[in-house]
């Protein structure tokens, strides 16, 4: 634990940057299955941020399944890293472990989002519709002016916040949150940095599309179609990550 280096946050929000500091850690070698982090005290005097931040970050983390916290006794890196990671010496790591995090988190949000989407479309009041159009809007704004970076980070966790809160169901609010802070950002703006210009277009206009189809069916209060486009949206996250982060043999 010696060698453990925190900093400070700078980039994106303080609990995604924080986030991304303990992945890298872990992608370097320096955080290993079963080491203990810093208590909550002295994270937030390493990075110099408040109590709540730290205590969102080691959430995503849970969520992802990197951290796990023992009662009593802190924070600690899960031991069954190794399960996901039979290789942790791979010259791949880093890659792998974006993948795998990716796919564990799309299959969370499927769990989640879908039926959230449901609801939404048959619950859905007006005042509640208005901020999902506003946010769409802005997204779609954003996305098609490629300024897709900001559109993800901001309007497009506002979209599906917005479902979220549709479905008057106030426990989902924070649980599709968490989701969605659940991978920092610059992993997933990574993704696009690897696309040529017609690649990155086309993904757009796909984004756009899907988002707009999930929009309409929860105008029109159609349950089920709301939950189709959902699925779609899903499967189309399974497509890109499958594309960016190719299965390795590992062999």
Do not use: W
């Not at 850690?25 to 937030?44: H, Y």
């Not at 509640?128 to 300024?147: D, I």
């Amino acid at each position: 634990m010696a060698d453990l280096m925190l900093e400070r946050p700078r980039k994106v929000t303080v609990v995604e940057a924080i986030v991304e500091q303990i992945v890298r850690q872990i992608q370097t070698g320096k955080l290993k299955p079963g080491d203990r982090l810093p208590s909550e005290r002295q994270l937030i005097e390493m990075l110099g941020v408040s109590r709540s931040s730290v205590r969102e970050a080691l959430q995503g983390l849970a969520m992802m399944g990197l951290v796990e916290s023992r009662h009593g006794q802190g924070s600690f890196i899960s031991p069954n890293l190794v399960r996901l990671f039979p290789n942790m010496e791979s010259a791949v790591l880093p890659s792998s472990l974006q993948r795998t995090m990716r796919l564990h988190l799309v299959e969370a949000r499927r769990t989640v989002e879908c039926p959230v989407a449901e609801l939404a479309a048959a619950r859905a009041d007006e005042d509640g519709l208005a901020r999902l159009r506003n946010a769409f809007a802005a997204y779609k704004q954003l996305m098609e002016s490629k300024g897709y970076h900001e559109a993800l980070n901001v309007h497009h966790h506002a979209f599906h916040v917005g479902l979220a809160d549709l479905s008057q169901n106030p426990f989902f609010t924070p649980v599709v949150e968490t989701l969605l802070r659940a991978v920092p950002q610059s992993l997933r703006e990574s993704e696009f940095n690897t696309l040529g210009p017609q690649e990155l277009q086309a993904i757009t206009q796909a984004e756009v599309a899907i988002h707009r189809a999930i929009l309409t069916a929860v105008e029109r209060r159609e349950p089920a179609a709301a939950r189709a486009a959902m699925e779609e949206h899903m499967d189309f996250e399974l497509r890109l990550i499958r594309q960016i982060f190719p299965e390795r043999d590992h062999a």
